[in-house]
């Protein structure tokens, strides 16, 4: 494939109202054209108010759109009877014989149903977006003059795609195909040690679109609520995004070190949680996810490099010290994790919110543990406030730091 940058830039209107969905088709659509030009709408009324003032190239719109759905943008677009007709590619949940024939009198460039097939609509993409086999190089946007790294994450904080990934996805979800499709029994047990693909899926289970009735707070939940297409869907989806894995052998090996202080945390707690007759796996999520904050100031300071910034050693743990929390709390509150998960976050850090459950003091306990190194004396630890609530000893953290080990 050669590298064409003559192509004409294309000018590219996505609207979807469930935020995930949107997410993933940003993320696609730039996978296949980095240059393109991408207004996003999550409902009919702004997308004709962004269409206003030009024609897209190309429009990905599904038809469950709030106010003005995406059939009528379809019929308001081949009412101008532009030649050629407008590229549109019309998204549904409806795939009854009524609906697909009352949308290809409008003539779409393709109807697809949901959830989508990514595969088969990257390659529509490729056919409407590229010509002839080309592809388009982009280079990575340069620091702007003066810009330092304390600016460079302040500007981050409210738009950080979160940490980055520790299981390789496409691997993920080839090795959890069974003999009728993906299996989310095989799906879990390849994704569940992933504090990244694990906050997100809870994420877009909790969604409007998805949620129905109480929060959705582990991956096992989340997974089943999404089915298994749109959940390997949005998991491969984060394959896509630029810096989901780091490569700098400095940030990786924080992030690494950070991994396992999790990991340890998620298991002593989902230990300690069946000792005590607790949510064992809402326990074990909570403790996976304690350093989504600092892997997220992690895979930002790769993106500083990336673009031109240098780090060292020092300057790598004064901004984790100092971004960390801020970054975890962000990005809890702009995935809308449920309130009752975040309350156990929280515990592991041991901020005081004046609730407390034994779900609670076991996290308090579990994030400590978690801390500590595999030698490390528990006596004090036992001697601890929520140890003491719990009546947890030394014996017993020291079994279960045991089957944590094993």
């Given at each position: 494939m050669t590298v064409v940058e003559a192509l004409a830039v294309p000018r590219v209107l996505i609207a979807e109202s469930d935020p995930w969905a949107r997410e993933m088709l940003n993320e696609l659509v730039l996978d296949v054209r980095c240059d393109a030009q991408l207004d996003i709408c999550?409902?009919?009324?702004?997308?004709?108010?962004?269409?206003?003032?030009?024609?897209?190239?190309?429009v990905i719109a599904s038809r469950e759109l709030p106010g003005v759905d995406g059939l009528s943008l379809l019929r308001g677009l081949r009412q101008l009877r532009l030649q050629p007709p407008v590229r549109f590619i019309?998204?549904?949940?409806?795939?009854?014989?009524?609906?697909?024939?009352?949308?290809?009198?409008?003539?779409?460039?393709?109807?697809l149903t949901k959830p989508l097939n990514m595969e088969g609509l990257r390659h529509r993409l490729?056919?409407?977006?590229?010509?002839?086999?080309?592809?388009?190089?982009?280079?990575?946007?340069?620091?702007?003059?003066?810009?330092?790294?304390?600016?460079?994450?302040?500007n981050r904080r409210e738009v950080a795609d979160g940490?980055?990934?520790?299981?390789?996805v496409r691997a993920a979800v080839a090795s959890s195909r069974g003999a009728s499709g993906v299996e989310l029994t095989l799906l879990e047990q390849a994704l569940i040690h992933d504090p990244h693909v694990t906050a997100l899926l809870i994420a877009a289970a909790n969604s409007a679109s998805n949620h129905q009735g109480k929060p959705v707070q582990t991956l096992r939940q989340a997974l089943a609520m999404l089915g298994a297409t749109q959940s390997v869907n949005l998991v491969q989806g984060l394959a896509l995004k630029r810096g989901a894995v780091l490569t700098d052998a400095t940030l990786l090996l924080h992030a690494t070190?950070?991994?396992?202080?999790?990991?340890?945390?998620?298991?002593?707690?989902?230990?300690?949680?069946?000792?005590?007759?607790?949510?064992h796996e809402r326990c074990y999520c909570a403790g996976l996810l304690r350093g989504l904050g600092e892997l997220t100031v992690l895979r930002c300071m790769q993106d500083w490099l990336i673009a031109g910034g240098s780090l060292d050693e020092a300057t790598i743990r004064r901004a984790l010290a100092q971004y960390s929390a801020s970054f975890g709390s962000a990005l809890r509150t702009r995935w809308r994790l449920p309130l009752e998960l975040r309350e156990l976050i929280a515990a592991v850090y041991q901020y005081n919110t004046g609730v407390f459950t034994r779900e609670i003091l076991a996290m308090t306990v579990a994030g400590q543990m978690g801390s500590l190194g595999l030698e490390d004396p528990l006596e004090a630890l036992a001697k601890s406030k929520s140890a003491r609530l719990l009546k947890v000893s030394e014996s017993d953290l020291e079994r279960v730091r045991n089957k944590t080990v094993a």
């Open positions: 999550s409902n009919g009324r702004e997308a004709i108010e962004r269409m206003s003032g030009y024609i897209p190239d190309l019309l998204l549904s949940s409806r795939s009854d014989s009524v609906s697909v024939r009352e949308a290809v009198q409008l003539a779409p460039t393709a109807y490729e056919a409407l977006l590229l010509q002839d086999g080309a592809q388009v190089a982009c280079a990575v946007p340069a620091l702007a003059p003066g810009v330092g790294l304390d600016a460079f994450l302040e940490g980055p990934l520790f299981v390789d070190e950070i991994w396992e202080v999790s990991q340890r945390t998620a298991e002593c707690a989902r230990t300690l949680a069946r000792k005590l007759d607790l949510d």
